[in-house]
């Protein structure tokens, strides 16, 4: 899947960044999540959802009942999914095997045919 050379040289940069200036970076929005972890959860606004503006890359984390450990949660995974962003995958280039190399699985084909030839005891010379 090709991704856009720009963004990936934003999120090549954003990964050079600190926390702060990343966060700085980021759209931060906080929001009530449901779940286990009882009323300090259900209805206070413990959930993180960052926004990387350059990318566009979302990320939310909900586990904990802490909106300060979610925050955190969700910087490591914003890092993550920027180091994921950036990576450059190499073009591969379809090659053929050697004359040489054919030649050898050849052989040992018809090596491993006449064994089982001889093998099953009927002589079909």
Known sequence: MPTD?????AARRAL????DALAHECEVDV???SG???QHRNRT???VRLT????GVTVTATERRSQAQNRSVAKTRLRAALKAL?????????TKPTRS???RRVETKRRHGEKKRLRSGHEDV
């Open 16 to 19: 050079a960044l600190d926390d």
């Open 45 to 47: 606004k413990s959930g």
């Open 52 to 55: 990387h503006r350059p990318t």
């Open 36 to 38: 286990p972890g009882g």
């Open 101 to 103: 190399a054919q030649r």
């Open 86 to 94: 950036s990576f450059v995958r190499t073009v591969r280039r379809p």
């Open 31 to 33: 929001f009530i999540a």
């Open 5 to 9: 050379p720009s963004k990936q040289e």
